[in-house]
């Protein structure tokens, strides 16, 4: 069973910073890919950033220019640092392998990790 943990969400004022980490244990269909998501109240869960399967990254264009995934393998953790943040930026943040989110009906999501841009 995947079992994915995020942490490092926070209130922050807009253009401050913040950290996301999450850590993953469990199978997964491919530890190497791995990105970010987040649901902003009454909207649908989107993939903001990711790695694909050749090690290269992605961004949504919302937040390409602000944010950067970055990963440590080798203790099964990936990133999300948060730069100039904004309160569009105000959403649940999740990780979770696109592979098995495209692929499994129904994927396991974990808890999430509240992010609150405001003045």
């Known amino acids: 069973q995947v079992h994915l943990v995020e942490s490092g969400g926070d209130l922050v004022q807009p253009g401050g910073s913040l950290r996301l980490s999450c850590a993953a244990s469990?199978?997964?269909?491919?530890?190497?890919?791995m990105g970010w998501y987040r649901q902003a109240p009454g909207k649908q869960r989107d993939l903001v950033a990711m790695?694909?399967?050749?090690?290269?990254?992605g961004y949504d264009d919302a937040v390409r220019g602000r944010f950067t995934i970055s990963k440590d393998p080798t203790k099964n953790t990936v990133f999300l640092q948060m730069n100039n943040l904004k309160p569009e930026d105000t959403a649940v943040y999740y990780c979770?392998?696109?592979?098995?989110?495209?692929?499994?009906?129904?994927?396991?999501w974990g808890q999430g990790t509240r992010v609150t841009v405001s003045s």
């Open positions: 979770n392998s696109p592979v098995i989110v495209l692929t499994t009906p129904d994927a396991y």
């Open positions: 469990g199978s997964l269909s491919t530890i190497n890919v």
């Open positions: 790695y694909d399967r050749g090690g290269n990254v």
